[in-house]
């Protein structure tokens, strides 16, 4: 929402403007069809050639939830902590193995399934079942596991952060495919010089456009939607430092109760529950 609210005050102040100061609009909506599908296709041609399918698919993804509401909220996070206090909380009464059932089978156990936002989440899941699994084996040290889980972390965050680096190439390619389009359009003009100068200021006038529009497209479009899926990513990140701070806790021998403060403590200060919302929400669960 914020998004398309953005890009309306962008284009009316940009136009707006412009209109106010006597600029003639005729020009470049004459022109936009044109220039418009020689800048975007250029740069979707180049964006294909330069992409990995993979990573296409992402970024095709990443767009779509740029328009979405974020899914990292108090509540979520609350939901997440209480479902790690409660999975500590059992294997600290009965033993680490008591456990077992509900990390080899997540989505048929009660402890999972009580909390069916983060529950029913591929990736928190397999994260958070992946590492009970090894501290249920016993094979492995704390620092052993830290290193690994900040490995995946890193892995994560880097292959979420690939649409964000193919939007930012492709922001930064759009001035010079609005700088071609421009260049055609001169050509085109130089092509017709034996025309009224009347005639001759309307195509130069349309082969500017080109310029405009690149440079409009990339800082007002695209560039602005790479920052954006960039923040999204990084609320991704924290998530599983969320879920790594807590496990780790727990592995040094602190209680389920303070596990998760240590936990709570990394979320960013706009989502992290207060002390006593979390206590009392991990009470009422």
């Not at 892995?155 to 055609?184: C, D, K, M, N, Y």
């Not at 092509?191 to 497209?217: D, E, H, N, R, Y």
């Amino acid at each position: 929402m914020f998004v398309i609210i953005g890009w309306l005050i962008a284009l009316a102040c940009i136009f707006g403007v412009f209109i106010a100061h006597g600029g003639n609009i005729g020009v470049v909506l004459h022109a936009l069809p044109f220039e418009m599908t020689t800048i975007f296709g250029a740069a979707i041609g180049a964006m294909v050639a330069n992409n990995q399918m993979k990573v296409l698919k992402a970024t095709a993804k990443g767009l779509g939830d740029c328009f979405k509401g974020s899914k990292y909220s108090k509540a979520r996070y609350m939901e997440l902590l209480a479902l790690m206090y409660d999975i500590l909380q059992k294997a600290r009464k009965e033993g680490l193995m008591s456990i077992e059932k509900d990390v080899e089978d997540p989505h048929s156990s009660p402890l999972f399934q009580k909390y069916p936002t983060v529950g029913n989440d591929h990736h928190v899941t397999e994260f958070i079942t992946d590492y009970l699994r090894m501290m249920v084996s016993g094979n492995l040290n704390a620092h052993e596991i830290e290193s690994l889980m900040d490995s995946e972390i890193e892995t994560h965050h880097h292959e979420a952060h690939s649409a964000v680096a193919a939007l930012q190439r492709l922001a930064g390619g759009l001035p010079a495919f609005g700088i071609v389009a421009a260049v055609l359009g001169v050509v085109n003009t130089m092509g017709s010089v034996g025309q009224p100068p009347a005639v001759l200021g309307g195509m130069i006038g349309s082969a500017l456009v080109g310029t405009f529009l690149g440079i409009l497209l990339a800082y007002a479009f695209a560039e602005p939607l790479a920052g954006l899926l960039e923040q999204k990513v990084d609320d991704g990140s924290k998530e599983f430092q969320c879920i790594k701070t807590t496990l780790l806790a727990s592995m040094q021998g602190y209680a389920p109760q303070v596990a998760i403060e240590f936990g709570r403590k990394v979320l960013y200060s706009t989502d992290r529950p207060s002390f006593a919302e979390l206590e009392s929400h991990v009470k009422k669960k």
